[in-house]
């Protein structure tokens, strides 16, 4: 797919969110957050949800925690503009309160369908909520800077998740804001290896179809091989005494 292409593709999804009513969050939505980013990115961070700023301006991450998430990118030499941004779920959750379940449930599909189109090496995982959809049955406590393939059911066809703590909890928390700028200082460390084991499958898979069409293929005559000419066949010999006498022209008749 061509940057045009996922572009095109991520703007598509962007208006089918924006007047979603798949679940009770639309309700007291101002605006759907759908997300946004660099469409040719290479990492995809994955937050919960829209907070009240997000909410009033239909974009990610535009509030305190999203400052502190500028300050984590800054840390390791990146952007906001080299990365995208996007949430579990689309639309507010009333009072900040978590994202339900079946709120989750029914925006899943428009997060895998932004995973299909964008194929990150890297989802970086933002707050809990999140790090369930690709490290389900572990706690952030013990998972945050760790690492897991994502399972491509996700949309995530080959990518490495790597799992952070919310900007927002780390605002409130001295020590998981220090330990989320040790967290993300892995961050490069891990996208390298992640485009290193894209690239030994990619390699991988092209040899092993290469292999598969040699298999299958008729081998060509090579046309400046020499041939060997068809042997001539010798008419038929006869036993001379099986040849019958010439008949004389006198008697030759009708029957």
């Not at 189109?117 to 809990?128: F, N, Y």
């Not at 491509?152 to 080959?158: H, K, N």
């Not at 919310?166 to 485009?195: K, Q």
Request: net charge negative; aromatic share 4%.
């Amino acid at each position: 797919m061509t940057v045009a292409e996922r572009q095109a593709a991520l703007e598509g999804i962007a208006a089918e969110v924006r007047v979603c009513t798949r679940c009770r969050l639309h309700e007291t939505r101002t605006k759907a957050v759908p997300g946004e980013g660099n469409p040719d990115t290479e990492v995809l961070f994955v937050g919960e949800g829209p907070g009240m700023n997000e909410d009033r301006e239909g974009r990610p991450f535009v509030g305190r925690a999203g400052g502190f998430l500028v300050e984590l990118l800054a840390s390791i030499g990146w952007r906001r503009e080299d990365v995208f941004i996007t949430n579990v779920v689309k639309c507010r959750p009333p009072g900040n309160r978590d994202p339900e379940p079946d709120e989750i449930a029914a925006c899943a599909p428009y997060l895998q369908r932004q995973l299909e189109a964008l194929d990150p090496a890297v989802v970086a995982t933002l707050g809990r909520f999140s790090m369930a959809s690709f490290m389900p049955g572990v706690r952030i406590t013990q998972a945050h800077g760790t690492t897991r393939l994502a399972d491509p059911a996700t949309g995530a066809r080959d990518a490495t998740a790597l799992a952070l703590y919310h900007p927002a909890y780390a605002l409130r928390n001295p020590d998981v804001a220090r330990e989320s700028f040790e967290d993300i200082a892995r961050l490069p460390g891990v996208l390298t290896e992640a485009r290193d084991r894209r690239a030994s499958r990619a390699a991988s898979a092209a040899a092993a179809h290469d292999a598969s069409r040699s298999a299958t293929m008729t081998p060509m005559p090579d046309p400046e091989a020499p041939t060997t000419p068809d042997p001539v066949t010798a008419p038929p010999t006869m036993d001379a005494g099986s040849l019958e006498p010439a008949v004389p022209d006198d008697q030759l008749t009708l029957f």
